[in-house]
């Protein structure tokens, strides 16, 4: 099943999330998820089996420039993740549908998302559900 996750389900999504985003801190994690609870131009989705949450996606209407659409707002992926052993049954492709349903509720006409270039399993994941390759960069920053 995916639902909407609710201010009930924050451990569990702030969880999820931890495991996709190492870098993030619990607590970084909880006051996002807090605001994404409260916004409405955002949302988080859980995938549960037998009643326990095993992944979750998040996503989002962005209205800045989006590489490679046309319109705004647009719906976004801003992440998605499901637990190693029920990963290759469906499961992202389910959550991932219903964040695009979610965006087209909001009125977006397109869906876009991104990941790392060296993230070879969220490429071919974004490959197998249809999306196109617009770009690719690489970032680059230093201190002043």
Known sequence: MVKKAEKSDLESAVN????????????ELTDEFIDTFADNESEIFLKTE?????????????????????????????????K????????????L???EEWAKNKGCSEFASDCELDNE?????HKTMNFTE????????KKL
């Open 16 to 27: 999820l999330a931890l495991a996709l985003w190492e870098s993030s801190s619990v607590n």
């Open 50 to 82: 037998n009643g326990t949450p095993i992944g979750f996606a998040q996503c989002s209407l962005r209205h800045d420039y989006v590489e490679g659409t046309e319109s705004s707002p647009v719906g976004y992926l801003e992440g998605i993740y499901i």
């Open 97 to 99: 549908n219903a964040c």
């Open 84 to 95: 190693d052993k029920f990963r290759n049954k469906g499961y992202a492709k389910e959550l």
């Open 121 to 125: 399993n969220s490429l071919l994941f």
């Open 134 to 141: 617009t770009n690719r960069i690489i970032c680059f920053s």
